[in-house]
């Protein structure tokens, strides 16, 4: 019996993925109706009891609300599942006619999922839902601070999964949950792709794996106000999108930016719309109490509401205050408040003008928020166009709070809990993921053209082993011995130069050119005494067919002359019956 902690996490991580594994050998061969009844089944009972798993989530981690987070989860339970439906994901996939092209979807295997604290029960559901869709297995990691919820919820989403005709141990979660177990998950030999949600370090750990990984990178978020924007109706989005959950999602605003002929219009909309506008020494006690180890947010107040955060920042605000709002002067290490907070603290930044407001989104982007998530709000299209193109994020979100609109609540965006960031902060995807992101795509390809016609400039290649004359090419030593071999077979003794000079006579015969067949000549259908006259001068013949109209004059002098003037086709000779010296 095993005693020591780490090794127990790491039995049961071995355990847990060899029955993933084995069920997985039996679920790639269902059908799309057999998957698609499965997952139908999971995302009913997870909206059953989406608000008795948020409850469960905010009184075990002690960050969020229950309320936002009972929209997490049916965002996953509800509006994913909607999205899923019709989505072709096993077997063939698309049939591409006109290219000669069929698409056939390959699942991966096993699933390796760790979620985050901040979002225990929503992201299950999600990672489930996707994993199973594409046809895979999956097993959970949940965070340590999260594994009751997180629990429960994959129990939830099992059991209606067996009910719906699941094989046993499809789905797993591990009730022990530890750093070395996570590894261990992800670098298990049956792991075939890893979904990382949590950390730098946890992200950088799924990547160093040596397996195909989707892990996200951190949001800092910037809400650019535009000039054209109505103050109150952008800030309550702001604040709407800023309060959501506590700020514990990745794409929540972190900084709002505006110019500074509107900087009395944004506060004042900030303060009548539950927001708190720190003091200047408000928001120093923030920085100190947020971030006091560099820029990292201190993880006591995450997700927590603002009178909390104020307290603990040793000042006291409003019970419903909704937002502590900080005025900063500049982006950067000399501004930690322009740094994620993870909480219902919202910077705020002057600028000069449009061309500095491009400026200050693009750096606070750049000081850990790359790839991420930004926001605008304004009427003018053009506007939202050159901010989209110029800011280094992937969901570049236009008049919406930015947490609901980046996970699909108030956009077309794919319903995702896990938002790829893109190559410019290491992930390999800047997508939401999708069940899409979890399978291979093979692809039957007929052949439809010959290599020299999709590559004239390389020419037709000559037939191999096939003379100028189209006759396969001969070795004459091996003719010699096979002349020999039969000769030997009958009991006759043959000298070798004699078979050797009958065989090159047989060769130099094969060799001999060919005389070329008489070239097809034009005939005309209709001659006259000029058309003679001409080919006498010429010194030319004049080819006729059978149904040719020879006039008595042109007959008459073609006959005064020594050779054959009008001749008649050999093809034409059989059709009419009679020999061209008749003219």
């Not at 591990?174 to 590894?183: C, D, I, K, Y």
């Not at 509107?262 to 100190?288: D, I, N, P, W």
């Not at 001749?567 to 061209?580: Q, V």
């Given at each position: 019996?095993?005693h020591?902690p780490?090794?127990?996490?790491?039995q049961?991580?071995?355990?847990?993925v060899?029955?993933?594994?084995?069920a997985?050998?039996?679920?790639?061969?269902?059908?799309?109706?057999q998957?698609?009844?499965?997952?139908?089944?999971m995302?009913e009972?997870?909206?059953?009891?989406?608000?008795?798993?948020?409850?469960?989530a905010?009184?075990?981690?002690g960050?969020?609300?229950?309320?936002?987070?009972?929209?997490k989860?049916l965002l996953?339970?509800e509006?994913?599942?909607?999205?899923?439906r019709?989505?072709?994901?096993i077997?063939?996939?698309?049939?591409l006619?006109?290219?000669?092209?069929?698409?056939i979807?390959?699942?991966?295997?096993v699933?390796?999922a760790?979620l985050?604290t901040?979002?225990p029960t929503?992201?299950?559901i999600?990672k489930t839902?996707?994993?199973?869709k594409?046809?895979?297995a999956i097993?959970?990691s949940?965070h340590?601070?999260a594994?009751g919820?997180s629990?429960?919820?994959?129990?939830?989403?099992?059991?209606a999964?067996?009910?719906?005709?699941?094989p046993?141990?499809?789905?797993?979660?591990?009730?022990?949950?530890?750093?070395?177990?996570?590894?261990?998950?992800?670098?298990?030999?049956?792991?075939?792709?890893?979904?990382a949600?949590?950390?730098?370090a946890?992200?950088?750990?799924?990547?160093?794996?040596?397996k195909p990984?989707?892990g996200?990178?951190?949001?800092n978020?910037?809400?650019?106000?535009d000039?054209s924007?109505?103050?109150?109706?952008?800030?309550?989005?702001?604040l709407?999108?800023?309060?959501f959950?506590?700020?514990?999602?990745?794409?929540?605003?972190?900084?709002l930016?505006a110019?500074?002929?509107?900087r009395?219009?944004?506060l004042?909309?900030?303060g009548?719309?539950g927001a708190?506008?720190c003091?200047a020494?408000e928001?120093?006690?923030?920085?100190?109490v947020?971030f006091a180890?560099?820029?990292?947010?201190?993880?006591?107040?995450?997700?927590?509401?603002?009178?909390v955060?104020?307290q603990?920042?040793?000042?006291?605000?409003?019970?419903g205050?909704?937002v502590?709002?900080c005025?900063?002067g500049g982006?950067?290490k000399a501004?930690?408040?322009?740094?994620?907070k993870?909480?219902?603290?919202?910077?705020?930044?002057?600028?000069?003008?449009?061309?500095?407001?491009l400026?200050?989104?693009?750096?606070?982007?750049?000081?850990?928020?790359?790839?991420h998530?930004?926001g605008?709000?304004?009427?003018?299209e053009g506007?939202?166009?050159?901010y989209?193109?110029?800011?280094p994020?992937?969901r570049i979100?236009v008049?919406?709070?930015?947490?609901q609109?980046?996970?699909?609540?108030?956009?077309?965006?794919?319903?995702?809990?896990?938002l790829?960031c893109?190559?410019?902060?290491?992930?390999?995807?800047g997508d939401?993921?999708t069940?899409?992101?979890?399978?291979?795509?093979?692809?039957?390809?007929?052949?439809?053209r010959?290599?020299?016609?999709?590559?004239?400039?390389l020419?037709?290649?000559?037939k191999?082993?096939?003379?100028?004359m189209?006759?396969?090419?001969?070795?004459?030593?091996?003719?010699?011995a096979?002349v020999?071999?039969?000769?030997?077979?009958?009991?006759?003794?043959?000298?070798?130069?004699?078979?050797?000079?009958i065989?090159?006579?047989?060769?130099?015969?094969r060799e001999?050119p060919v005389?070329?067949?008489?070239?097809?000549?034009?005939?005309v259908?209709?001659?006259c005494?000029?058309?003679?006259r001409d080919?006498i001068?010429?010194?030319?013949?004049?080819y006729i067919?059978?149904k040719?109209?020879v006039?008595p004059a042109?007959r008459?002098?073609?006959?005064?002359?020594?050779?054959?003037i009008?001749?008649?086709?050999?093809?034409?000779?059989?059709k009419?019956?009679?020999p061209a010296?008749?003219?």
């Amino acid at each position: 019996m095993l005693h020591d902690p780490d090794l127990i996490t790491i039995q049961e991580v071995r355990t847990k993925v060899e029955k993933a594994w084995a069920a997985w050998e039996k679920y790639r061969h269902f059908s799309q109706e057999q998957v698609d009844a499965i997952v139908e089944r999971m995302a009913e009972a997870a909206r059953g009891n989406a608000r008795k798993l948020a409850e469960m989530a905010a009184d075990e981690t002690g960050y969020g609300n229950a309320a936002d987070k009972f929209a997490k989860n049916l965002l996953a339970a509800e509006l994913l599942p909607q999205r899923l439906r019709g989505m072709r994901t096993i077997g063939v996939l698309r049939e591409l006619a006109e290219e000669r092209i069929t698409e056939i979807a390959a699942p991966l295997g096993v699933v390796a999922a760790v979620l985050p604290t901040t979002n225990p029960t929503s992201t299950a559901i999600y990672k489930t839902l996707i994993a199973l869709k594409a046809g895979n297995a999956i097993v959970i990691s949940p965070h340590p601070r999260a594994k009751g919820c997180s629990c429960a919820t994959v129990e939830t989403l099992y059991r209606a999964a067996i009910s719906a005709g699941a094989p046993e141990g499809l789905l797993q979660c591990l009730t022990q949950p530890t750093l070395e177990a996570t590894n261990a998950l992800m670098r298990h030999p049956k792991t075939a792709v890893i979904l990382a949600t949590g950390g730098g370090a946890m992200v950088k750990a799924a990547y160093s794996s040596g397996k195909p990984a989707y892990g996200v990178g951190p949001g800092n978020v910037p809400v650019l106000l535009d000039s054209s924007a109505d103050v109150d109706a952008a800030v309550g989005k702001i604040l709407s999108g800023k309060s959501f959950d506590f700020g514990t999602l990745c794409s929540s605003e972190q900084t709002l930016v505006a110019e500074r002929s509107r900087r009395e219009a944004v506060l004042r909309a900030l303060g009548a719309q539950g927001a708190h506008v720190c003091s200047a020494e408000e928001t120093k006690a923030l920085e100190r109490v947020l971030f006091a180890k560099g820029t990292a947010v201190n993880p006591e107040l995450v997700g927590h509401a603002a009178p909390v955060i104020a307290q603990a920042a040793g000042f006291s605000v409003a019970a419903g205050t909704r937002v502590l709002a900080c005025e900063i002067g500049g982006i950067g290490k000399a501004y930690p408040l322009s740094a994620e907070k993870l909480s219902p603290v919202l910077a705020v930044h002057f600028v000069a003008d449009w061309g500095a407001a491009l400026a200050a989104c693009e750096a606070v982007l750049r000081f850990h928020g790359l790839g991420h998530t930004c926001g605008i709000y304004t009427q003018d299209e053009g506007r939202a166009r050159e901010y989209g193109m110029r800011m280094p994020a992937h969901r570049i979100l236009v008049n919406s709070p930015t947490p609901q609109g980046s996970v699909g609540i108030t956009t077309n965006l794919f319903p995702a809990m896990t938002l790829g960031c893109g190559a410019v902060a290491g992930n390999s995807t800047g997508d939401n993921v999708t069940p899409l992101h979890l399978l291979n795509i093979k692809r039957v390809a007929w052949a439809v053209r010959e290599p020299h016609e999709a590559l004239p400039a390389l020419g037709k290649p000559a037939k191999v082993g096939v003379t100028a004359m189209g006759e396969t090419a001969v070795d004459k030593n091996r003719v010699v011995a096979a002349v020999e071999r039969y000769l030997a077979q009958r009991g006759v003794a043959a000298a070798p130069s004699p078979t050797a000079e009958i065989v090159d006579r047989f060769l130099a015969k094969r060799e001999e050119p060919v005389a070329a067949a008489e070239p097809k000549q034009a005939t005309v259908d209709f001659v006259c005494e000029n058309d003679v006259r001409d080919a006498i001068r010429s010194g030319k013949k004049i080819y006729i067919c059978a149904k040719c109209i020879v006039t008595p004059a042109a007959r008459d002098l073609a006959g005064q002359q020594r050779e054959e003037i009008l001749i008649m086709t050999r093809s034409d000779k059989t059709k009419a019956g009679k020999p061209a010296t008749d003219y």
